[in-house]
Each structure stands twice: as structure tokens, then as C-alpha cells.
């Protein structure tokens, strides 16, 4: 019973990435958390922005801005990170990303969901897998998974299994 309710859950996180606003189901938001220090790894990709201790585990950290190919911007009081588990294949990571806000939790049911276009949007609609129109304007509803290749979670993969004292001599250095 309970797992039913899972499946039929129809929960998105909205939150703001520049002046667009994306929601991510709920299912795959594991907690939100202030922004706090970041750990950098060296010859990361310029959106990895490093790693952080999240309950003696290490969680790979990216900024949502520079992934989506957006101008990097300077932390405000609203400044987030969204912890996402993110699933390729067999490979299962949580994954940090910096947003610029989150604004609210939505109930959106599937015939709200219209597909996205194919051309006009400045953002790369590989992982974009649906928009919803809420008053005046659209949500882009992230397809989680995709939002990363297989690469690029190997990467984030590796950077959780680097332990935290490791990561600790690399910012000393």
C-alpha cells in the first residue's frame, strides 16, 4: 500500500535557476539544505563545485547556473542546495545542486504536463521532459536522471568515494 502511494505521488519541488523556474519530482529530492563551504576538487569540471560532509558522507556538489550554461552568480540569503538522487543504470548517486531558491511544492497531476518544445529554449531540453503552466508562466519539469551522462556520474561517483580527510589535505594543500 504504501509503495502505491509513492508511484502515484504527484509532488514536484519548484525552485529558480536564474529567472526560470524547474521543479524536480519529490521522489527524488532528499532533503534541502543551506548553502555551507564547499570543498573544491581540483581539474573539476567548472559546474562541479566540490564536495561537502553531509552526515560523514561525501556529497558532490554542482551549481545548477554553470551546468545549464547560465552566468555564475553570487550566493544571496536564498541560495540553496537541493540534494538529488540521481539514477544511471545500476549506479545510484546523491547529488548536491546549488539553485537560486526554492520556491514551493506542487501537486501536478499528468494532464497538467505538456511536452516541451523542441526549439526556443536556452536551456538544453535533453533533461527537460515536460513544462506545466502555472499562472502567467512555465515550469520545466527536470527529468532528474538525465540531467547527467553516464560520464558525469561516474565522476560524481568517484568524487563520494574520495574520503573526506583525502579531500581535507587536497584544500590545505
Known amino acids: 500500500m504504501e ?20 521543479a524536480a519530482h519529490a521522489s527524488k529530492v532528499q532533503r534541502i539544505l543551506e548553502l555551507q563551504p564547499i570543498t573544491t576538487i581540483p581539474k573539476a569540471q567548472k559546474y562541479m563545485k566540490g564536495v561537502i560532509n553531509l552526515m560523514g558522507k561525501v556529497l558532490p556538489v554542482i551549481d545548477a547556473r554553470l551546468k545549464m550554461d547560465l552566468p555564475e552568480k553570487e550566493a544571496d540569503a536564498n541560495t540553496c542546495i537541493i540534494v538529488l538522487e540521481i539514477k544511471k ?19 501536478i497531476q499528468k494532464h497538467e504536463i505538456s511536452e516541451p518544445p523542441s526549439i526556443g529554449i536556452e536551456v538544453n531540453t535533453e533533461f527537460i521532459y515536460g513544462m506545466v503552466q502555472q499562472d502567467s508562466k512555465f515550469i520545466m519539469l527536470l527529468d532528474v536522471d538525465n540531467v547527467f551522462s553516464i560520464e558525469e556520474v561516474i565522476k560524481l561517483k568517484e568524487a563520494t568515494e574520495t574520503p573526506m580527510e583525502e579531500m581535507q589535505e587536497v584544500k590545505e594543500e
Request: glycine share 8%; net charge negative.
Open 3 to 22: 509503495q502505491q502511494n509513492t508511484v502515484d505521488n504527484n509532488s514536484y519541488l519548484v525552485f529558480k535557476i536564474g529567472e526560470e523556474e524547474f
Open 89 to 107: 543504470g545500476a549506479r545510484v548517486v546523491e547529488t548536491g545542486i546549488i539553485v537560486d531558491s526554492v520556491q514551493s511544492v506542487l501537486e
